[in-house]
């Protein structure tokens, strides 16, 4: 009986390390090679954009949101490190200033980019047009993907803070 229990148990640890060594094998990598493997066409698009600017000691926040929807929009990533982003989305956003909605509107946008890009599989960031922009991989398989922005910084005595996601499937 003992025997047999041993067994059973011997059993159970051979099998859950083999689990484990699935799951290492069925990692996707991060690389221009599986980046390049297929155009992606984006599905999701969000972000804020927030402005704080010091007026006679007084803060004023402006605060502008925004939404994807309807596209017809794709990236299309080549294993030189150049990247291509073609189609048009409807943008619905909001401006808010010192907590007062002050525009919602609802336009079509016509995007024809191009640039570079690089990647960082070890930090999961790509990065374009050589360092202007810095996306975080969020998730990365050879069906989607999804990258978000987080940003903070001054510039002529103006605080930004800008965050953003877009989500892709191929």
């Known amino acids: 009986m003992k025997l047999l229990k041993f067994l059973v148990v011997l059993v159970m640890i051979f099998s859950l390390n083999a689990c484990s060594s699935d799951e290492d094998s069925d ?3 991060l690389n221009n090679t599986n ?3 297929g155009s992606f066409d984006i599905n999701y698009l969000s972000f804020d954009d927030i402005e ?4 006679n000691g007084l803060d004023i926040v402006t605060e ?5 929807e309807t596209f017809q929009l794709s990236t299309t990533f080549f294993e030189d490190g150049n990247y291509i982003t073609e189609g ?25 980019e191009m640039g570079t890009y690089e990647v960082n599989d070890t930090s999961n960031r790509i990065i374009l047009d050589g360092g202007d922009e810095f996306w975080d991989v969020t998730l990365f398989n050879a069906n989607e993907l999804r990258i978000s922005i987080s940003d903070m910084y001054t510039e002529e005595g103006v605080d930004y803070s800008e965050t953003g996601e877009i989500r892709m499937v191929r």
């Open 35 to 37: 980046l390049s493997a």
């Open 52 to 55: 704080t600017v010091n007026v």
């Open 88 to 112: 048009e989305y409807v943008l619905n956003y909001s401006v808010t200033v010192a907590g007062e909605v002050v525009t919602e509107m609802t336009s079509i946008e016509v995007v024809s």
């Open 27 to 29: 990692q996707y990598v």
């Open 64 to 68: 502008i949101s925004g939404t994807g």
